[in-house]
């Protein structure tokens, strides 16, 4: 599982199958959200769960939150080769929400 | 839909050379950013910005790195002198007022420092 700032995972699965990918964290933060990224290129924004938010759905996406266990899981369902990508879990912190991005997670969806 | 653009797409200087990277953020966001990700790496926090000022950068912003928001539009990174390390993808992001909003991010520029 992706560990906060130390995180590195590889993930591949069949297409059609969930994906899930864990993180966690080890400070206070003001929200967690997920980011896409395809081959070093842009970062796509996923989805963003609050700290006093459990669980967020948006599409085939589905993100939990526990603030007692500082973790984080996001769930994709039904796997398409276009998600093939790394996966972020990244937390907001401090005054002005910096973001603090962990390794990643390199999600691969065979055929 | 607005969008955060970034200027150029990728940069090739020479070790000690200064660099300028362009950002347009979304026009009515209020925070800004500057991130870095070196090849094969995690994306790491540079500076954020607020109310014309510098409001938290990390380590990695040293005394050869500077950002401006010199036209209500425009907010630039400037490198002072180059060196091979600085070698990266910076993106650039901005946000609305609240913590619940997302940080848009800028399709990056990719330096290359040789």
């Known amino acids: 599982s992706q560990q906060g700032e130390e995180d590195p995972q590889a993930l591949s699965i069949q297409e059609g199958e969930n994906a899930t990918m864990n993180c966690s964290y080890k400070?206070?933060?003001?929200?967690l959200q997920w980011y896409r990224q395809n081959s070093g290129r842009g970062l796509v924004h996923l989805i963003l769960?609050?700290?006093?938010?459990r669980e967020k759905h948006s599409g085939r996406l589905r993100v939990t939150l526990d603030t007692s266990k500082k973790s984080s899981s996001l769930l994709i369902t039904a796997s398409r080769a276009a998600d093939t990508a790394s996966y972020f879990c990244a937390t907001g912190r401090g005054r002005d929400d910096k973001i603090i991005f962990g390794k990643g997670t390199r999600l691969h969806i065979l055929p | 839909e607005p969008e955060v653009t970034q200027t150029p797409s990728h940069q090739v200087t020479q070790m000690g050379q200064e660099v300028i990277l362009r950002c347009v953020p979304i026009s009515n966001h209020l925070y800004f950013y500057w991130y870095r990700q070196i090849l094969g790496q995690k994306v790491e926090f540079l500076v954020s910005f607020y109310n014309n000022e510098i409001s938290e950068k990390s380590e990695i912003f040293d005394d050869q790195f500077s950002v401006e928001r010199p036209d209500g539009s425009n907010f630039t990174l400037k490198i002072r002198s180059t060196k091979l390390e600085d070698s990266a993808m910076y993106f650039c992001?901005?946000?609305?007022?609240?913590?619940?909003?997302?940080?848009?991010f800028g399709p990056g520029t990719r330096l290359t420092v040789l």
């Open positions: 400070t206070s933060i003001n929200n």
């Open positions: 992001a901005s946000r609305g007022r609240s913590f619940y909003n997302e940080q848009f």
């Open positions: 769960i609050r700290s006093n938010e």
